[in-house]
């Protein structure tokens, strides 16, 4: 199992295709012992395995046209519930068609209850199938991170936009990636509580809550707009809870279309003035801060703190 995991080794697709389709057929045998209140004895003495062989006959072209079984199942997400929904809608609408053209009019078989059958094996069949895929990912994510021996980094996201949840999905995919999203940073009281992909959007005042309940070590910001005043509130706030801040490009920049470890860095003052750093000739502002007291405004903040340490190395008074 431990190996299993750690490999990340995946099934062959052939085998998802047939659990779709055992699946599939389930959910159509009860869907029709529903619709029939399942009177067994009636059932068998009628036209059920017809009715059945049928259906899945028509789910393998649907089911392999809409390629429901080639996304890694770990992987899941709205697209590939997408996808099934529309698969399952069109396997009904095409058994349909062949049940009153083809079934009905040339073999004279009329016991089974078309749209009631249908309209129930929808649900089943869709829940069935968008469970399994999300019972896999879940329980290999929880394994995943059990099984590894790798040292765990707690992390917040600031944001909760589409930028913000493409990192959160780029590190849960990573397969040698240490963090764990623990939650969202975000200003908009609007978001507050509310769950984004299964993880919870919190305000800036519950920066030291998280620290000592969820044992936050990181906070994660894109670097566009760092210049903003809110994130430089978060800035400061991190900085006083020691917790590291940290940056990552945007999406569009990533390399390979992946965000890497080696992208994400330590936040610098240069990232705060969104320029190219000035370079300062230390030779006159040491003859300038010569024997003399220095007052720095503003030292309680991000970049006033940074100034305070530079000119003590001048060993003067401030």
Known sequence: MRKILLDNKVLPRWIIFLIDLVLASWSFVLAYFISEEFKFPEILRGHFFVYTNLYVAICVPVFFLFKVHVGLIRYSNMRDMLRIFTAMLSASALYTVVILMLVEPYFNIYSLRVREVLLINFFIGSTLLIFLRIAAKGTFQYFHDKLSKRDKIHVL?????????????????????????????????????????????????????????????????????????????????????????????????????????????????????????IEIDNAKVKADLFDRRVLVTGAAGSIGSEIVRQVMNYHRVC
């Open 157 to 277: 996201i600031y944001g909760s936009d589409d930028k913000a949840v493409l990192v959160k999905q780029a590190l849960e995919r990573s397969a040698t990636s240490k963090f764990i999203v623990v939650g969202f940073i975000d200003k908009d009281r609007s978001k507050l509580n509310s769950l984004v992909e299964q993880k919870r959007v919190f305000h800036i005042k519950d920066l030291p809550r998280l620290k000592a309940t969820k044992n936050v070590d990181k906070l994660l910001l894109l670097n566009d707009r760092l210049d903003e005043r809110d994130k430089q509130v978060v800035i400061e706030r991190c900085l006083r809870l020691e917790i590291q801040v940290v940056t990552a490009p945007t999406p569009d920049k990533w390399l390979s279309g992946t965000i890497g470890e080696l992208q994400i860095k330590s936040l610098r003052i240069e990232d705060l003035l969104q320029r190219p750093p």
